[in-house]
């Protein structure tokens, strides 16, 4: 049968438990669990309802395993009483990958936070998928070892949400995103099954289901077990920032500098609003009257160090750079980077709530799309800022509003999908790093015809014909109806 | 309903059609690409039933389509008719993945094998399938460019072909595999939709149907378009051997390096066996009373492959190579890639017959391995020959053998099954690059659990339930008959 003569798949919408109901499901999971790692009272569930994106949807219950064991008999109980099962890392994404939107368990990992193993010689780490990103290389670094995907949420978010969402970074420039990090997974599947997919070497036969689910934001199953690469610690690292009076000079030096051949380890970019924003916040050094300030790192061997940071230099020169600035030792460097980690949060000094976009456009259609996100934002009444990973050509503007102003919100939504039509019509994609989660399911047939959806959703199919796994993400729904979180 | 609960996926047998039956499919055919492109003669067959493994099978019809739109066509009166589609390249592949076991129509993309578009500023191209894989980089070179993977037979085999098969190669190393250098695909279902996965940016959002479909083998879909990654050429290339008197030390001077911190571009290894064929084939100046050599590539700017080179000499004189030498020039750098390249051609110089295994290893694995295989071939009275990967621990034993010699053909699969079994007890895979096709499907048991194939049958099922595409692949079959090719 033709895809195309298949029925749609529709997305069921799931009904929350009735109170009886509900008191059986949590018996039985206590039975497993033990009381103290079941929650069910409103109190305790408040925590979970949201993450960082800005809906929000109260879970039923939340169950915090310990063992994969306890993962497969959550599942279990889940799919006898049909009701839906969401994970959660650390509740850091931005397009509501983690929030349950008709209830259901969600399954915490907090506790299945531990490394599992390390194996140096061969390049290896096991780790468990509530594994706190930036805890994996803290515990490496002494040895002279790092896991390299670093997403700006690194001190809090889990390396289980990143695979869930295929999490990306300021060094995806060189290094890629988390798939490219990821090696093989322990999974359990909608009927309870533990599955292992990929492994210890690179190029495992078969299909590439690691691949697959990589990026698959808990749709397809429940990762309980992740062997990831680590890699050697650059013998050099320098990082520097350039300054310019002029956006387009800063996104043109960009350009150049990729399409000469150098690849820094990350090119990151941040406009007059933010520089001011971080500045107050983190005093990092970084001027607060210039129109975009690019933070550029290279590293490597220390040979090859010096000389991409001359090509760069140069670079920046010829687009009128008023300033380039080499951090002097591993302090300055720290501080220019803490000034970037923490723009998001520098920014709620400014103004309470923000909306953060995530788009992707070729590098050489930057100038073209940031001057267009200016000309959506101004038309609705709003400000942005734009803070983003300029050297993969990932934008991020955050939008400022207040949501006590009535219609600000949907002015909010309107603008931001707005900014994504722009990235689709240049050739780019509606999210870079964030995923699509409950935010950009009607966007997803921006950039994806019919056929390609239906496709994907034959996929979910085979693996979860229930849906009973985070559903209502991921895929256009006809209609929705959840909170939108007051920040 | 529970995977374990799924009747198992039955591999369908396919019958060959009637004499009437295919001249009507013939007939059907040759309205769409004219009687020139529709190949059924005995005599014109015959170069179609095999590659460059050891079995072989005829086709009943072969096509050569110009165009997505008439490879739609194929499929869908393929469909109609219920006769198997089976996509080929250059025939070059090592495990029967392009043999068409039940017959049926392969279709073959010789024609398909343009160059559609490059950019060179946003570092793409957009490639036929039946491009040659070396004719990319010739294209691109002029202007700076290539293409990175480059398998062996790079100057034959195409790129449709390497994505089907997920190829490595030499600079796999580094760089990585096929599936890491695309990042679209245009695909024809089984029901002759025409799909476009992932795209011309990295982190496409959705499934990562590009990764899954890459090295599936032919089984999912017929891939018509291919977009690639392109890089720019390294500033500097340095080329050096490494000449040992002991095999384990050559061993112990690859995981050194590796663990050093030091990634070369390329490691390769030749025992004494294969440096003997090498050098009275094409005289690259290797020793040929040598136990091992490794011939090392270190690429990028000026200053760090010289730092890489100096680390690299040290290491190897550490574990007693007995010679180390820099080619002088390009001239020579290519004589000595010529020789390694031409290695599997070389032995057939020695030996008419040889069979070409392919597994991974951890590389501290290497000295037990290689002993171990020496130990099978022995035990079986045959010779073997080995030219690896050695850098990402990825073995090349060849076996020689002469199948005039009774049970002699037989042997040879017991030895080759035996050293995958050693791949897989040490924690590696049963292919590198090579993938399973016809070759393998049994020792995808070794290393996949019966939940884990049933799970990428499920995949299979959801793309191809009549399993048209290339069927009799990937999966074990309780049996099979075909012929073995006499060399």
């Known amino acids: 049968m033709s895809i195309t003569e298949l029925p749609p798949v529709t997305a069921p919408v799931y009904e929350r438990m009735s109170e009886a109901r509900k008191a059986e499901v949590v018996h039985e999971l206590c039975q497993i669990l033990g009381p103290r790692y079941v929650l069910h009272s409103p109190y305790d ?41 969401v994970p959660r890392g650390a509740g850091t994404g931005l397009s509501g990958g983690a929030i ?41 670094n002494p040895q002279g070892f790092c896991y390299v995907p670093d997403p700006s949420s690194q001190r809090s978010c889990t390396i289980g949400g990143n695979v869930g969402e295929n999490a990306g970074g300021p060094h995806t420039l060189i290094y890629g995103v988390t798939t490219n990090h990821v090696l093989g997974l322990e999974i359990v599947t909608a009927d309870g099954e533990i599955v292992e997919v990929g492994g210890w ?23 309980t077990k992740i062997i990831v690469r680590i890699v050697h610690l650059p013998e050099t690292v320098k990082t520097m920032i350039a300054v310019f009076d002029m956006m387009d000079d800063a996104s043109n030096t960009v350009s150049e500098i990729i399409a000469s051949g150098v690849i820094p380890a990350a090119i990151e970019m941040m406009d007059r609003m933010i520089l001011a924003a971080v500045e107050a916040d983190s005093h990092a050094g970084y001027p607060i009257d210039a129109a975009a300030v690019l933070l550029i790192e290279a590293e490597g061997l220390s040979e090859s160090v010096a000389d991409q940071i001359e090509q760069i230099v140069n670079i920046c020169n010829k687009h009128q750079a008023r300033l380039v600035r080499i951090a002097a030792n591993e302090a300055e460097r720290q501080a220019l980077w803490a000034g970037r ?26 100038p073209y799309v940031l001057g267009r996100i200016s000309e959506i934002v101004e038309h609705y009444g709003l400000r942005v800022g734009n803070v983003f990973h300029a050297g993969d050509g990932n934008l991020h503007p955050l939008i400022l509003f207040d949501s006590q102003i009535p219609g600000e919100v949907e002015r909010v939504r309107q603008a931001g999908h707005e900014i994504l039509q722009i990235c689709a019509e240049v050739g780019g994609s509606i999210t870079g790093e964030h995923g699509v989660g409950m935010e950009k399911q009607q966007e997803m047939a921006l950039i994806f015809s019919d056929v390609d959806l239906r496709t994907m959703q034959q996929v979910r199919m085979a693996w979860n014909p229930s849906q009973l796994f985070n559903p209502g993400k991921l895929f256009p729904l006809p209609g929705r109806c959840v909170e939108v979180k007051q920040l």
């Open 100 to 140: 349950p939107v008709y209830g259901g368990i969600v399954i915490a990992f907090s506790r299945m936070n531990r490394i599992l193993e390390v194996d140096y010689t061969n390049l290896r780490a096991v780790v468990q998928p509530g594994l706190v990103n930036l805890h994996l290389s803290n515990a490496l």
């Open 45 to 85: 569930l408040t925590l979970y309802e949201y993450d960082a994106s800005i809906d929000r949807s109260k879970p039923e219950i939340v169950v915090l395993p310990s063992t994969t064991a306890e993962v497969v008999a959550i599942v279990k109980i889940a799919a006898r009483y049909g009701t839906p099962v």
């Open 341 to 366: 980690k923490n723009a998001f949060g520098a920014v709620g000094r400014i103004c309470p709530e923000f909306y953060v976009q995530d788009g992707v456009v070729p590098r050489t259609k930057l």
């Open 201 to 223: 070497t690179y190029d495992t036969p078969g299909y590439d289901l690691t691949g697959l689910l990589i990026g698959s934001e808990g749709t397809l199953c429940i990762v």
